[in-house]
């Protein structure tokens, strides 16, 4: 039979051809008019090579071509996300394993699984798994990650995922991609394109779920710093109150300290020239009975305003502490009315679709679609009868 297929088709197929190996064809049958009178031939659509051996030389050749265009460097593998909780899950419904393990492995963590079903062997897989891919990045580019996994298996049923299509899918898709597929010894082109090559599928939910494993620890964590800078904050306010009472308290001192020594050297002076002021004893006499009172009463003013100023210190740091504890507790006040459990609490339902979106209008439904009622104590899960305006 004459076959043929086109130049850009085959070269999207990333295999070589040679005479003596063995394909298989998948195409339509053409007739058409020439100058020899009726033509009869196949067009290939897609060439999918048979034998282990033919298999892993086309492997290795298209793995040479795009590890030389840099598809498989790290440089350009996305990070993928910690705390991931929206992923979209590629593989097939119909698998033994796959798809019940990779969900078994999540937990309840509350994850959002956004599934699309396709075909992981024969020749419509390869379109397929295509497809999903483009249609997760054009639809959901709100997504953590896209997660592609299928089980084990032979050469031959691992033809698509060592497609030059499905890699260049994977490199250029804007959303990050994890490939769990087969078994830990099975390697396929996907797997060294894809950001994160797991071993199985279950890897790969174990993967998804380890931050929150470990979340319980880090919330430990930053209630201990919390605690740790909060009594920080406090040590330092208490370590200012204490040196503006001790700089306060220290230039009184001096003041007094100046005023006494100032007293001494008067007293020395009279003193010493006694004999000369001797005649005028009862004029220094009574002068120096008004400035000793001026002096008391100066001292004892100073006194009061020291005692004033310690005790309204005192009053400003016990009042800095209410207002510091006021603003804490109406924080968490805040924190608790903000909290939408409370709502659920006090009565109040969420109804999301099907694909966790919060409905507002109740218009935009569809007859028997179904919808999920959330509550404070559980879920209900039903289907529209009937929608009133």
């Known amino acids: 039979m004459k076959c043929f297929i086109w130049q850009d088709k085959l070269e999207n197929l990333g295999i070589e051809l040679k005479e003596g190996i063995e394909v298989k064809v998948f195409g339509y049958p053409k007739i058409y008019k020439s100058q020899y009178g009726s033509e009869f031939e196949f067009e290939a659509e897609q060439i999918w090579l048979l034998g282990e051996g033919v298999l892993k030389q086309a492997f290795e050749a298209l793995k040479r071509k795009l590890e030389k265009e840099g598809l498989f460097k790290s440089e350009f593998k996305k990070p993928?996300?910690?705390?991931?909780?929206?992923?979209?899950?590629?593989?097939?419904?119909?698998?033994?394993?796959?798809?019940?393990?990779?969900?078994?492995?999540?937990?309840?963590?509350?994850?959002?699984?956004?599934?699309?079903?396709?075909?992981?062997?024969?020749?419509?897989?390869?379109?397929?798994?295509?497809?999903?891919?483009?249609?997760?990045?054009?639809?959901?580019?709100?997504?953590?990650?896209?997660?592609?996994?299928?089980?084990?298996?032979?050469?031959e049923s691992f033809q698509a995922f060592n497609s030059e299509q499905i890699a260049r899918a994977i490199f250029a898709s804007k959303i990050p991609i994890i490939c769990g597929l087969g078994h830990e010894s099975d390697i396929t082109i996907a797997d060294l394109v894809a950001d994160l090559r797991t071993s199985t599928p279950t890897d790969a939910a174990k993967i998804l779920t380890e931050d929150w494993k470990l979340a319980k620890n880090y919330i430990f964590q930053f209630e201990r710093v919390f605690n740790i800078s909060i009594d920080k904050i406090f040590k330092g306010i208490k370590e200012r109150i204490v040196s503006v009472e001790s700089n306060l308290t220290g230039k009184i001192k001096k003041e007094i300290s100046v005023k006494q020594k100032g007293i001494e050297v008067l007293w020395r002076d009279l003193t010493l020239n006694?004999?000369?002021?001797?005649?005028?004893?009862g004029i220094l006499e009574r002068e120096f009975k008004r400035n000793f009172l001026k002096i008391r009463r100066l001292i004892k003013n100073q006194k009061l305003k020291i005692e004033q100023s310690l005790k309204d210190l005192i009053e400003n740091k016990i009042r800095f502490q209410e207002k510091i504890e006021n603003i804490l507790k109406q924080q968490e006040e805040k924190l608790i009315l903000s909290s939408p459990i409370l709502k659920l609490k006090q009565g109040y339902t969420i109804t999301l679709d099907e694909f966790g979106k919060i409905i507002k209008d109740p218009t935009k439904l569809k007859i028997s679609q179904e919808i999920k009622t959330k509550f404070y104590k559980g879920q209900v899960l039903s289907k529209v009868k009937k929608v009133e305006k």
């Open 80 to 155: 993928i996300p910690p705390f991931c909780q929206k992923i979209g899950l590629i593989t097939s419904k119909y698998g033994r394993g796959a798809k019940p393990d990779f969900e078994k492995h999540l937990g309840k963590f509350g994850f959002k699984i956004y599934f699309y079903d396709v075909r992981v062997e024969g020749i419509f897989a390869l379109e397929e798994i295509v497809k999903a891919i483009h249609w997760f990045n054009e639809n959901m580019t709100d997504l953590d990650v896209l997660v592609l996994i299928r089980g084990g298996g032979d050469w």
């Open 274 to 281: 006694f004999q000369n002021y001797f005649k005028e004893f």
